[in-house]
T-cell receptor, first 110, second 116 residues
Framework: QTVVTQEPSLSVSPGGTVTLTCGLS?????????PSWYQQPPGQPPRTLIH???IRSSGVPDRFSGSILGNKAALTITGAQADDESHYYC??????????FGGGTTLTVL | QVQLQESGPGLVKPSGTLSLTCAVS?????????WSWVRQPPGKGLEWIGE???????NYNPSLKGRVTMSVDKSKNHFSLNLTSVTAADTAVYYC?????????WGQGTLITVSS
């Protein structure tokens, strides 16, 4: 079974920098998996933050950035704000397995 | 901007069929998007169910294959999901979304409860 891995929880201080990662249980994440990132506040639908590894969706602040770090996709928040406290999901397109969501990261800003 | 709105029964009996429709406005269902369904059980993460193209081509989550069918109705500019043989494990908020590479537009979601 294909598993997309994320940190279950992370915390960051206001104004600080945090990196969330998205890995694969069987190998390395590359741009060919077309990684994307989504923010989901409690009780709301997801909001698309990053697509195609590092392209910010319309209206997304530039404190959010996407990249490949080592063998994982990464979402970095630089200058975290209180309203960044949320759930974050990555998605990889795995072809044979279709679209796979990571388990999600709960980010706390404190 | 594309807007999506899910509609469905809210409550489905165990062993029954869950049927949902997603109305598309602000864009054509014949555009170059995959029309997708994603669900989220209470307190859990997101799960991709599958997707349909305007041509009728489909891709489904292998874990749900055999129970899922999706279709497009171009005349009504909407797409649909049928999930058969439901159990309590299928209780979730169901979202429709557009996907071209990544997901770009999302509906607000509708809670479907499987219970007798």
């Amino acid at each position: 079974q294909t598993v997309v891995t994320q940190e279950p929880s992370l915390s960051v201080s206001p104004g600080g920098t945090v990196t969330l990662t998205c890995g694969l249980s069987f190998g390395s994440v590359s741009t060919s998996y077309d990684p994307s990132w989504y923010q989901q506040p409690p009780g709301q639908p997801p909001r698309t933050l990053i697509h195609s590894t590092n392209i910010r969706s319309s209206g997304v602040p530039d404190r959010f950035s996407g990249s490949i770090l080592g063998n994982k996709a990464a979402l970095t928040i630089t200058g975290a704000q209180a309203d960044d406290e949320s759930h974050y999901y990555c998605v990889l397109f795995l072809g044979y397995a279709g679209v796979v969501f990571g388990g999600g990261t709960t980010l706390t800003v404190l | 901007q594309v807007q999506l709105q899910e509609s469905g029964p809210g409550l489905v009996k165990p062993s029954g069929t869950l049927s949902l429709t997603c109305a598309v406005s602000g864009g054509s269902i014949s555009s170059s998007n995959w029309w997708s369904w994603v669900r989220q059980p209470p307190g859990k993460g997101l799960e991709w169910i599958g997707e349909v193209y305007h041509s009728g081509d489909t891709n489904y989550n292998p874990s749900l294959k055999g129970r899922v069918t999706m279709s497009v109705d171009k005349s009504k500019n909407h797409f649909s999901l049928n999930l058969t043989s439901v159990t309590a494990a299928d209780t979730a908020v169901y979202y429709c979304a557009t996907r071209r590479g990544a997901f770009h537009y999302w509906g607000q979601g509708t809670l479907i409860t499987v219970s007798s």
